[in-house]
């Protein structure tokens, strides 16, 4: 099926350190997700968009919804060691929800 | 946001057998899904839940394998048929319901099924 692109795969990071992740498609979106899988969880929701362009922020993170329609970025600003995890954006048309290929944190205390 | 509950949360099964997988939630949802996430992977959508009538399948996904049933609004079950190891994932319900940023997707746990 569909899959979204991320970059980067993974990364290491020390704490305190800001960080960077981003989704592409060949396909437009009306509304772009990210979500958040801690090991046996199933994915938590940190931010919805819903306009393009759109910048929206949850605490230290930020996501803007790509003025294309067709990409998203999340920020993680001063990251800390509970980040760690696997950062999954997804897109939505109508109900039916696309999910990236994830990148996955890792932060060096 | 309401809860999700999902059993099992994991099982080991022997090649040939079938699970059914359930998922409860405590509060009337608009939409239920199912997906799978293959060991190290993203998520996949097998279907869409719907209630009272036939699930309705992504491509990739088939009745006789991955039967599914939405009696009400709180309820559903995956049944995993004739499993071989190839199946070994985690299987995760998905909800929506409400509207604005409620309206998006939540999910269980997820069950994590190991086939041997």
Do not use: H
């Amino acid at each position: 099926g569909q899959q979204l692109n991320q970059s980067p795969q993974s990364m290491f990071i020390q704490e305190g350190e800001d960080v960077s992740m981003n989704c592409t498609s060949s396909s437009i979106f009306n509304t772009w997700l990210w979500y958040k899988q801690d090991p046996g969880e199933g994915p938590v929701l940190l931010i919805a968009l819903y306009k393009a362009g759109e910048l929206t922020s949850n605490g230290r993170l930020t996501a803007q919804f790509g003025t294309t329609r067709k990409d998203s970025f999340l920020n993680i600003s001063a990251s800390i060691p509970s980040d760690v995890g696997i950062y999954f954006c997804a897109g939505r048309g109508t109900y039916k929800y696309i999910f990236g290929t994830g990148t996955r944190l890792k932060v060096l205390a | 946001s309401a809860v999700i509950s999902q059993k099992p949360s994991r099982d080991i099964c022997q090649r040939g057998t079938s699970l059914t997988i359930q998922c409860q939630v405590d509060s009337q949802v608009t939409m239920m899904f199912w997906y799978r996430q293959q060991p190290g992977q993203s998520l996949t959508l097998i279907a869409t839940a719907n209630q009272g009538s036939e699930a309705t399948y992504e491509s990739g996904f088939v009745i006789d394998k991955f039967p599914i049933s939405r009696p009400n609004l709180t309820f559903s079950t995956l049944t995993v048929s004739n499993m071989s190891p190839e199946d070994s994932s985690i299987y995760l319900c998905s909800v929506v319901w409400g509207g604005g940023v409620d309206t998006e997707a939540f999910f269980g746990q997820g069950t994590r099924l190991t086939v041997v």
